[in-house]
């Protein structure tokens, strides 16, 4: 499976865990995942190797 569930309690969990299909099924909304480190620590590669896996976009806030 090549999927990554969060889950916000320990009662999700155990309904996860009893039917997951019913969280499988489901329209998923948009994923969001920040990374955040050094310059020089591959951050950056990270996220273009994530979006190219899972086809996403990665948005890079400028520093001011």
């Known amino acids: 499976m090549d999927k990554i569930f969060v889950l916000s309690?320990?009662?999700s969990l155990k309904e996860f865990q009893k039917n997951p299909?019913?969280?499988?099924n489901e329209a998923r909304q948009p994923?969001?995942?920040?990374?955040?480190?050094?310059r020089v620590s591959g951050i950056e590669q990270l996220a273009k190797d994530l979006a190219k896996?899972?086809?996403?976009t990665v948005r890079r806030k400028n520093k001011n």
């Not at 299909?21 to 499988?24: G, N, P, S």
């Not at 994923?31 to 050094?38: D, E, I, Q, V």
């Not at 896996?53 to 996403?56: D, E, G, L, T």
């Open 53 to 56: 896996k899972y086809n996403a």
């Open 31 to 38: 994923c969001k995942l920040f990374l955040y480190g050094p």
């Open 21 to 24: 299909r019913r969280y499988i």
């Open 9 to 11: 309690n320990k009662e």
